[in-house]
């Protein structure tokens, strides 16, 4: 009855199929089937626990039972999602403020050196100067040492990272403690650097640590597709516990990381961050640095009339000078990265001093800053943290051009100098610390840029907030009533539109909302940051991609807003026709070929030369193997080996009929000489003698091939690069005799011809695909696929490249490479064409609507009666 139950069903569901009914019968069958299939799975997966513990029925079963049931039940919820953000949020947390109480007592302790020698110039310059320079040459020198990944800021590595591409350097143990211990020497130094972009990285490397071992408790974290999910997060959690700012983070993260971004992955990301954040400021708490869990840099800025609606304007002038200066800041880092990148190729001499180059800028920013000198003109006493809290104050500095008669507290009074007045002071500051913080960051240390932009931007904001108050000294008159412009809200604008600016992000505007802990200033700084970004992005790439073009890591560039004609161009416009491919009736010298040759990691098979009918895809890993086990020296021996008995056999039938005939002879008693000389069967026969081992061993003796083909000989070891040893080749293996058995004694003494004529043969055997692992479903694109929906499909699924198909038959191949150069021709040309800018690459003569018919229902004839070489289970 059961039986009649399952076929009813079954023909109830192919009559759905037939007649197209997809209603609620198929959603009932389907259900079903997945509740069968589920029950059918637990219950073999509780026999197979169940399986080794029936052998064992003693007294302590069932407690052994129970503990393996509790065990399963914890490791399966140790496993959870929610446990591994909270990990990661305490983690980064704790590194974080580790790494603030390492960067202030270097800090505080260069002050103390520095205010210890108050009476001797000299010796402060020379502690000025000597402490940062042997801490940045520490940080370089311990990285170079370490990890060399480390350096730099690691947002581009991470943006390439999260596209797909694989670098397991840059997640490893061991740039995460060189990236912790750089960064905080480096930034302890007082150079203009920051960490928020090092945060990002550092996130990552603690999300990958943490997956390693969270892979022990679940087989899911070692999935690549929550591999880069969890990514995703960390960079969130990164920006979150560096700055206290969760919301800001998670939205910065997306924006500077990820082109396209998974929404399942944002509660992810606000939570892990959220978790960050919040154990970052009670550590601060906890430590005494901090009275409560207050923002990070707490403002105080008027609430009942916190701006006019006349200073609008202003604000958006503001935003667009910080779009230039986000474009020159981006301009300028470029151009000191590739001098000094040339400098190293055309001379070794900072490739052997490699810690000369950061020494020597540390000493000129030093020198710049040094208090008693010009960095008296430029607040040069504070640090980055001093210097923002200063620049948000919300007193005017000026009025009229001179400076108030009032006692400034706290940092205020290092922008107050007796002889000039305080734009000059902020003017200089603006300017030197713009390009020094250019400099800066192309030293080989970890560093990031975000922090030196934003104060740069506040210190130009300021200056703007200073030039308006001292213009409007009573405020500007609304409805009757003056209200004071506070020169601090114009700080925050400035540092929030150039950060953006150089970033290409609008998320820095929450990210200052959080840092200052008020929204008082919401539309003016929102208006500056997008004006900004609108120049910015019109005139320069953001800095991320910049050094991802300078470091050439292969990612896909944006398609430029406002551009048009990039709506025109096509796959067959861009794509390589030249398509490397294997036939299934191929030979492996055909592989060997494609392996010297390929340039992709996989290679397309075809079922033949003449109908180039896509069947799948086989990885240049899957070649490799195959063609080391034709080519391999088990394979050689074994051919050996029968050549050996089958001469056994030859030699004992000969001896038997020998023996035959002489018995018979001898029952006659005739005898005869057998010549030795003239008979081909006799045992006796002498073999021509080889060479000795010794004299084969000789370089001198051994006769490279000469043929065209004999490039492949020893073929499988010259795909890489290396030379035959023929000790190695010529020796007999220790233990031949019990490998092939005791009753044939096989010895390998083929000489370098030998062996490559005997790989010639093999090279020209068909190849056998019964043992490979085939994609059958490889990614294809039409030759119609425009170039907008081909950018968007290798952004979202991370390609590398693409198979361009045409009715089955594979015509093309479409890579980052030539998306990337397809990219860069469109958006160069302006206004409307009539032709694609790429069209003289299209191919001549297109198949008419009959012809693509035919060739539709040859295809489905031809797929009918083939059959693939399927993927084997791990199983079989």
Request: with cysteine; glycine share 8%; aromatic share 10%.
């Amino acid at each position: 009855m059961a039986g009649d139950g399952s076929d009813q069903r079954a023909l109830q569901y192919e009559q759905t199929l037939k007649y197209g009914r997809y209603s609620e019968d198929f959603g009932e069958y389907t259900k079903e089937e997945a509740a069968r299939l589920r029950e059918s799975g637990q219950r073999r997966s509780v026999s197979q626990t169940l399986k080794p513990l029936e052998n064992n029925k003693g007294r302590c079963a069932k407690c052994r039972f129970c503990t393996v049931r509790c065990l399963k039940f914890l490791i399966s919820r140790v496993g959870e999602d929610w446990i591994f953000l909270i990990l990661l949020g305490l983690l980064m947390a704790l590194v974080s403020w580790v790494m603030d109480f390492g960067i202030n007592s270097c800090l505080h302790a260069l002050m103390w050196i520095y205010n210890s020698l108050d009476s001797y110039v000299f010796l402060q310059y020379l502690a000025w100067v000597i402490y940062p320079v042997v801490l940045i040459c520490f940080s370089a020198g311990f990285v170079q040492i370490l990890a060399p990944p480390a350096a730099g800021s690691g947002i581009p590595e991470m943006k390439a990272i999260l596209r797909g591409v694989v670098m397991k350097e840059y997640l490893s143990l061991k740039t995460f403690v060189a990236k912790i211990i750089g960064l905080t020497t480096a930034l302890g130094s007082g150079m203009p650097l920051g960490k928020e972009g090092p945060f990002v990285h550092l996130g990552g490397l603690c999300a990958a640590v943490l997956m390693r071992f969270m892979s022990l408790f679940g087989e899911i974290y070692e999935n690549e597709s929550r591999y880069i999910e969890m990514l995703a997060a960390a960079c969130a959690v990164g920006v979150g516990s560096c700055f206290a700012a969760p919301i800001g983070g998670v939205l910065f993260s997306i924006e500077i990381t990820s082109q396209f971004f998974s929404v399942r992955t944002y509660w992810r990301g606000i939570f892990a961050a959220t978790i960050g954040a919040f154990i970052f400021r009670v550590l601060a708490v906890w430590n005494t640095d901090a009275e409560t869990i207050t923002a990070l840099l707490r403002t105080s800025f008027r609430l009942d009339f916190p701006f006019g609606l006349q200073e609008l304007p202003a604000f958006g002038a503001l935003g667009i000078a910080c779009g230039f200066g986000g474009a020159l800041f981006v301009y300028l880092n470029g151009v000191i990265v590739r001098f000094i990148k040339k400098q190293k190729a055309n001379n070794g001499f900072l490739m052997k001093k490699h810690l000369l180059y950061p020494a020597l800028v540390t000493l000129l920013i030093s020198t710049l800053t040094f208090p008693p000198g010009f960095g008296q003109f430029m607040a040069g006493k504070l640090n980055m943290m001093e210097t923002m809290e200063a620049l948000l104050d919300n007193r005017t500095w000026a009025k009229h051009d001179i400076a108030e008669e009032f006692e400034h507290m706290g940092h205020s009074e290092a922008w107050i100098h007796p002889q000039v007045n305080v734009f000059v002071t902020l003017g200089l500051f603006t300017f030197m610390k713009f390009w020094m913080s250019a400099l800066a960051t192309t030293m080989p240390v970890p560093y990031g840029s975000f922090m030196p932009v934003f104060v740069i931007g506040a210190g130009f904001g300021r200056l703007v907030g200073e030039g308006m108050a001292t213009w409007f000294p009573d405020g500007i008159p609304t409805n009757g009533t003056s209200y004071p412009i506070v020169p601090g809200g114009y700080a925050a604008v400035g540092a929030a539109a150039l950060s953006g600016a150089v970033s290409h992000s609008v998320s820095t505007a929450v990210i200052v909302f959080e840092m200052t802990g008020q929204i008082t200033h919401i539309l003016p700084i929102i208006l500056a940051v997008i004006l900004a970004n609108i120049v910015a992005q019109s005139l320069s790439p953001s800095l991320y991609d910049s050094l991802i073009k300078i470091k050439k890591l292969p990612f896909l560039p944006e398609l430029g807003w406002g551009h048009h004609e990039k709506y025109d161009i096509h796959v067959e416009d861009m794509m390589e026709r030249e398509v490397q491919y294997i036939a299934l009736n191929c030979s492996y010298r055909d592989l060997h070929n494609v392996l010297l040759t390929g340039h992709h990691n996989t290679v397309a098979l075809v079922e033949s030369a003449e109908s180039m009918i896509l069947l799948g895809s086989i990885e240049l890993a899957q070649l490799q193997e195959l063609l080391s086990l034709q080519l391999d020296r088990p394979r050689r021996l074994e051919n050996i080996r029968e050549r050996a008995v089958q001469d056994k056999k030859r030699l004992s039938v000969v001896s038997n009929d020998s023996s035959e005939n002489s018995s018979h002879q001898a029952s006659q008693e005739v005898s005869f000489q057998i010549s030795t000389e003239d008979s081909s069967l006799s045992p006796t026969c002498p073999v021509p003698q080889k060479p000795l081992k010794p004299a084969l061993k000789r370089p001198s003796v051994v006769e490279r091939p000469t043929s065209p083909h004999d490039h492949s000989g020893i073929a499988f070891k010259n795909l890489y690069g290396t030379i035959p040893d023929t000790e190695t080749l010529e020796e007999p293996p220790p233990n031949l005799k019990s490998f092939f058995g005791d009753d044939v004694d096989v010895e390998d003494d083929m000489t370098i011809r030998e062996i490559t004529e005997w790989e010639e043969k093999q090279l020209d055997e068909q190849v056998n695909f019964n043992n490979c692992k085939i994609d059958p479903a490889p990614f294809q694109l039409v030759e119609r696929t425009s170039l907008h929906k081909t950018h968007t499909i290798f952004s979202v699924l991370g390609l590398d490249h693409a198979y361009v198909t045409s009715i089955g038959r594979l015509v093309g191949v479409v890579s980052v490479k030539e998306l990337h150069k397809a990219i860069e021709g469109s958006v160069k040309v302006e206004g409307a064409k009539a032709r694609p800018a790429l069209a003289s690459f299209r191919d001549k003569g297109k198949s008419s609507s009959k012809n693509e018919a035919t060739d539709v229902h040859k295809l489905r004839d031809r797929l009918k009666s083939m059959q693939l070489p399927r993927e084997h289970t791990p199983s079989e």
